[in-house]
């Protein structure tokens, strides 16, 4: 592991990449998480860099490409080494793909060449770092077309390495990919809530060598610790959806049982969460998102703070949520 006074780095799987523990998501600069002034999204990013971190994720669906193009625009004036790694959705169509999606018809090559094309021309790279499929369905590894493709495009000299992000609601569709060596990376729900990448999907990862890039630390937010029960998003927000009904309210009564867990800790909601999710050795890099400085300076202070006790990690493990039953159950 390499260290500067701001940020621990570790070892992206076979890449060889040193990455930042703590990256920067790029999500909510592009689109869906309400009101974003494009200031806000230039002067976080700078400040992440200037603290440390140099990885970056984002998508093209972050609001058509407006992400990439944002995150293009503030690295060609940066002279740091910054891994960027971007992704493709499929076509339109049920998301995640159903068992009866032809991989064909949702990522055809085409389709792939064009999204990589605008991936390159968006982050002002001739060559894409890390290019991921944005989803997935088990359906498409007995025969996984689209990843073979993106090894021909890196033939071609237009991508280094290979990920896929896992469908939400199976996760572990992904670890016949990597036992096969098709991925270099994967992109993973992994928090105190989702546990269940604990079972098998990290301990694959690891003994195969593939870089694991966790996504949703703080659970879209709740994870903080800085919502209430009677919140409201704004209507084109996703949380809106992602949170309907009951379920935010549901997910703050948690919340609240483990803020009790780690009273007197010496860590916020927010930094144990962040610290939960590092605290995996087959975790690369954690992405949460960054919408300001002060976030910024937020979550990269997390790198250096000391890692979670056994104790408490221990007590944390015990909150793991099992919400198959979360749209429909209490």
């Not at 546990?195 to 949703?216: K, S, T, W, Y």
């Not at 590092?278 to 890099?285: D, G, I």
Request: aromatic share 10%; proline share 4%; net charge negative.
């Amino acid at each position: 592991m390499l260290i500067n006074k701001n940020m621990i780095y570790r070892k992206l799987g076979r890449t060889g990449i040193e990455v930042s523990e703590v990256g920067f998501g790029g999500w909510a600069i592009g689109s869906h998480w309400a009101m974003q002034k494009e200031t806000d999204s230039v002067e976080a990013l700078h400040k992440a860099i200037d603290m440390g971190v140099n990885f970056i994720d984002t998508a093209r669906g972050y609001g058509e490409g407006k992400s990439e193009r944002i995150i293009g625009e503030v690295l060609k004036d940066r002279t740091e080494d910054i891994t960027v790694a971007t992704k493709i959705p499929p076509t339109p169509g049920p998301w995640p793909p159903s068992p009866y999606c032809d991989i064909d018809e949702r990522y055809p090559e085409k389709y792939l060449r064009e999204m990589l094309d605008k991936a390159r021309k968006n982050l002002q790279r001739d060559c894409i770092d890390i290019m991921q499929l944005h989803t997935w369905t088990r359906a498409w590894n007995k025969n996984p077309k689209a990843l073979d493709i993106l090894v021909k495009l890196r033939e071609e000299g237009k991508l280094k390495y290979i990920g896929v992000s896992t469908p939400e609601h199976d996760q572990n569709a992904l670890i016949d990919l990597m036992r096969n060596g098709y991925l270099d990376t994967v992109q993973v729900i992994y928090n105190i809530f989702e546990q269940e990448p604990a079972a098998q999907f990290l301990d694959v990862a690891l003994e195969n060598e593939v870089g694991v890039i966790v996504r949703m630390t703080f659970d879209e937010g709740v994870l903080t610790g800085k919502y209430s029960a009677d919140h409201k998003f704004p209507s084109d927000d996703f949380r809106t959806n992602y949170f309907a009904g009951d379920r935010l309210g549901r997910a703050v009564v948690r919340v609240k049982e483990i803020e009790k867990e780690i009273e007197g800790s010496g860590y916020s909601m927010a930094e144990a969460a962040l610290k939960f999710s590092l605290s995996h050795p087959a975790v690369s890099t954690v992405i949460a998102g960054i919408r300001n400085q002060d976030q910024a300076q937020k979550n990269v202070d997390v790198s250096n703070m000391p890692n979670l006790s056994e104790t408490l990690l221990e007590s944390l493990r015990k909150h793991y949520w099992m919400r198959a039953f979360w749209y429909s159950g209490k």
